[in-house]
């Protein structure tokens, strides 16, 4: 879990703000994702990638847009904030075999009013 | 794409009892099965896993089952411990495109009592 760092921990913004959540890895994952978690809804895809250059979008992307310039990097931007957005975000590597175990980092908290 | 479904999504029972939830899914394709614990304000995190070759995982208080032709695997808790207490997802993850993309159940919120 160390491996992967998510930053800010915690944001509030206003609607219409956009701002963008970090996820450093340095496990040389090839495979990252992003989840979402509300309440009573579980974690949702929002986008992933299978390496640099190389993005697809999850059960939920509508809001968001990924990079992949770099295999270490893969910012989630939020490019107008809406209240919806409300919720807890997860930077999570995917696995690259069958048996390759899913963790996720830490989270970011966000918060649009 | 696969659709994951929990049950029950709240889970109210005794120190010392058993606990059970359990999970279908849609896709015969998904071939493994992760569970995870998650405690309030934390991430969550992999408690145990099963592939799709096994029917039955234990460790310790916790075993996973797995039925692959009704397509449904459970979640079992014996002597359940106050620290038990936490919001429990099933997660189903097939191969799309090269990579394993995990679809995660609503969750399930088990409390213990002492």
């Known amino acids: 879990n160390a491996g992967v760092t998510q930053t800010p921990k915690f944001q509030v913004l206003k609607t219409g703000q956009s701002m963008t959540l970090q996820c450093a890895q340095d496990m040389n994952h090839e495979y990252m994702s992003w989840y979402r978690q509300d309440p009573g809804m579980g974690l949702r895809l929002i986008h992933y990638?299978?390496?640099?250059?190389?993005?697809d979008q999850g059960e939920v992307p509508n809001g968001y847009n990924v990079s992949r310039s770099t295999t270490e990097d893969f910012p989630l931007r939020l490019l107008s904030a809406a209240p919806s957005q409300t919720s807890v975000y997860f930077c999570?590597?995917?696995?690259?075999?069958?048996?390759?175990?899913?963790?996720f980092g830490s989270g970011t908290q966000l918060s649009v009013l | 794409g696969e659709n994951v479904e929990q049950h029950p999504s709240t889970l109210s029972v005794q120190e010392g009892d058993s606990a059970v939830i359990k999970c279908t899914y849609s896709d015969s394709a998904s071939n493994y099965f992760p569970w995870y614990k998650q405690e309030l304000g934390k991430r969550p995190q992999l408690i145990i896993d099963?592939?799709?070759?096994?029917g039955e995982k234990k460790d310790q208080r916790i075993a996973v089952t797995l039925n692959k032709t009704a397509k449904h695997f459970s979640l079992h808790i014996t002597e359940t411990q106050p620290e038990d207490s936490a919001v429990y997802f099933c997660?189903?993850?097939?191969?799309?495109?090269?990579?394993?993309?995990?679809?995660f159940g609503r969750g399930t919120s088990l409390i213990v009592h002492p």
């Open positions: 997660a189903a993850r097939e191969r799309s495109g090269g990579s394993y993309i995990p679809t």
């Open positions: 990638s299978v390496g640099a250059g190389i993005t």
């Open positions: 999570a590597p995917l696995g690259e075999s069958a048996g390759e175990k899913l963790f």
């Open positions: 099963i592939r799709s070759n096994v």
